[in-house]
Every structure is written in structure tokens, then in C-alpha cells.
């Protein structure tokens, strides 16, 4: 059975850093390509940042030059660091798992962040 568990959410000022951990279990995490995604209230889920299987990396706009995406497969853990995190970053930040030649794409509960003074 396939999980994923994400952590490191909560509550932080503006500015602030979180870093966010997505466990993987029951599936061959190596060959996965993995994201961030996250929604905020009345709004679509979102890329937030992804990484292939290779490792190359992709940021939505909004992200770029704050947040970064890793993953350390020996661990089957996902990371992502957040720095200076904006009020409009406050979303459920959600880990996913894709591998499109087994039709196979997993979702984790989602974690909570929310920016705020």
C-alpha cells in the first residue's frame, strides 16, 4: 500500500522559512517523479515545484528564487525549503508521486502553512 506522509507545516511571520518533508512508502520512490502542490481556500490546487526521477527540477513563478525542491531517494523522502514566505503562500501543501508508464500518481494528506503576522 502506497503512503505519503507530508510534515513540517504550521504557522509562520512573514519572511519566515519552513521546510516541508514528504515520506514515501510502499512503492519504488527512485523511479517516481515527484511535486509540491498546494491549494488555498476557493482556489485550484497549484504546482508548487517538482522533481524527476533525474532530478531536474521545475518552480512555479511565484516560487522561484525562494522555495527549492530536493529528494533523497536512499531515505525515500522529498523536501521542500521554503524562505521568505509571503502571506499568499498560505495553502495545504500537498505531496505527489507520479509514474505515467504504470499509470500510477499518489497523493499525501496535505500539510498545513499558513503566513501570517
Known amino acids: 500500500q502506497v503512503q505519503l506522509v507530508e510534515s513540517g507545516g504550521g504557522l509562520v511571520q512573514p519572511g519566515g522559512s519552513l521546510r516541508l518533508s514528504c515520506v514515501a512508502s510502499g512503492m519504488l520512490f527512485r523511479i517516481y517523479d515527484m511535486g509540491w502542490y498546494r491549494q488555498a481556500p476557493g482556489k485550484q490546487r497549484e504546482l508548487v515545484a517538482s522533481?524527476?526521477?533525474?532530478?531536474?527540477?521545475n518552480y512555479a513563478d511565484s516560487v522561484k528564487g525562494r522555495f527549492t525542491i530536493s529528494r533523497d531517494n536512499a531515505n525515500n523522502t522529498m523536501y521542500l525549503q521554503m524562505n521568505s514566505l509571503k502571506p499568499e503562500d498560505t495553502a495545504v501543501y500537498y505531496c505527489?508521486?507520479?509514474?505515467?508508464?504504470?499509470?500510477?500518481?499518489?497523493w499525501g494528506q496535505g500539510t498545513q502553512v499558513t503566513v501570517s503576522s
Open positions: 505527489n508521486a507520479r509514474f505515467s508508464a504504470w499509470n500510477r500518481n499518489y
Open positions: 522533481i524527476t526521477s533525474g532530478g531536474t527540477t
